[in-house]
């Protein structure tokens, strides 16, 4: 076996390959060209034209473009009137903004256990966690898998609840050949460049309730009543600021991008799940990793791709696995940190422990390099780097 490079030997690859990466092309830069030559720079004709392509593409009635993936799921908190006082529930393995954003509220995230097979929010858990005070399941599709949507919605039915999808991962997903995005009352996604598609930053709340949708474009717009639009068809000064919003808005120059990003996302997404296919095909066979499991009924569009360290078949950790794969020069990453571990939150109270499925997934969890960009020879070279890695502390 070849010496690693964390003990000196060469490494598998020469250059540093990230986990994910943008793909920009000529006529993105012409479409930007094109935005920064006309006469919006902001909330002008391409924002429009943005979000009607994207509701489109969807499926929904609606979509609302923000200027992050976090505003987006602030506005849905707030459009489904979530405030002082009340729950939501989520799941702990993901980014922090998707419970953040009911803290932005004033309202109190409640943490629900994950699947052990997918590691997406656990329906059973969820359904013990519901209270009096409980508004909203705030599910995310991780990985770019989608979470049990039947059953949360059917839990949110029963007991009067919202159902926001936390989508970042799993844009051009399906869910029994539905697209994500028309499924969930509320479904917010991330236009950030590590995500399928990006204007920069940028986010996007798919909807078909006309009523959530109108509300959420006054708040992205500080709570003004009118946009300046029909102000300037009206010949009036005069506007109202109804609610307190903040200044959500999205450039038209970015949206541009996302025009232009929009056209390319099938072909992407077509290669991230052909490199899935690679990494599933050769990362299966080996007995010291787990591939958390891809259901039937959906699809994922493989925002993320996992592997789970069986450490009672490994003589060292996953933070030695992850030095040794970066010494590869292979871009690894974790995600999630359990949310409630961060020491905000552990300063406002929330006890370690209270997700064991999540806690225990995390010791284990690694993410792979994934991204259209991604060349065969990157494919084998993380192939290789992990077979050589978790076969130096295989035991
Ligand atoms: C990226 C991400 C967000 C936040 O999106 P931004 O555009 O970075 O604000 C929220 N939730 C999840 C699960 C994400 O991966």
């Not at 995310?140 to 926001?164: R, T, W």
């Amino acid at each position: 076996m070849s010496t690693l490079a964390i003990h000196g030997g060469k490494p598998v690859r020469d250059t540093y390959l990230p986990y994910g990466h943008h793909s920009i092309d000529e006529q993105d830069k012409n479409s930007v060209i094109e935005a920064l030559s006309s006469d919006w720079l902001t909330t002008g004709p391409k924002v429009i034209e943005f979000e009607e392509t994207f509701a489109k593409k969807v499926g929904s009635k609606y979509a609302v473009a923000v200027n992050s993936g976090t505003a987006a799921l602030h506005a849905s908190v707030f459009a489904a009137d979530i405030g002082l006082g009340d729950e939501v529930i989520t799941t702990p393995m993901t980014f922090a903004a998707s419970a953040n954003c009911v803290l932005y509220q004033g309202a109190r995230p409640v943490f629900a256990d994950i699947r052990e097979d997918t590691l997406n929010i656990d329906p059973d858990k969820v359904k013990k966690l519901v209270t009096e005070k409980t508004k909203a399941i705030i599910a995310v599709d991780y990985g770019g898998q989608p979470a049990d949507i039947d059953e949360l919605k059917e839990i949110a039915s029963e007991n009067g609840l919202l159902l926001i999808e936390d989508a970042a991962h799993s844009l051009d997903a399906t869910y029994k050949g539905k697209s994500i995005g028309s499924l969930s009352d509320l479904t917010t996604f991330s236009l950030h460049p590590v995500k399928h598609i990006t204007t920069g930053e940028g986010g996007v709340i798919a909807t078909n309730d006309k009523k959530m949708a109108d509300r959420i474009r006054r708040f992205r717009n500080h709570g003004i009543s009118t946009d300046h639009h029909e102000r300037a068809e009206k010949g009036t000064f005069y506007y109202e600021m109804m609610e307190l919003g903040y200044n959500y808005r999205i450039p038209d120059i970015n949206c541009a991008l996302g025009l232009s990003q929009l056209k390319k996302l099938d072909t992407w997404v077509a290669r991230r799940r052909e490199i899935a296919g690679l990494y599933n095909k050769s990362l299966s066979k080996m007995p010291s990793i787990d591939i958390p499991s891809q259901l039937a009924d959906r699809e994922s569009s493989w925002h993320l791709y996992l592997i789970m360290l069986k450490l009672d078949m490994l003589s060292v950790g996953r933070n030695e696995i992850i030095k040794a794969l970066r010494a590869e020069n292979i871009g690894v990453n974790v995600h999630y940190i359990p949310v409630y571990w961060h020491p905000y939150y552990q300063n406002l109270d929330y006890k370690k422990g209270v997700c064991p499925v999540a806690e225990e997934a995390y010791e284990r969890l690694i993410t792979l390099p994934l991204f259209p960009a991604m060349t065969e020879r990157d494919t084998k070279d993380v192939i290789e780097a992990v077979s050589k890695v978790i076969g130096f502390y295989s035991v």
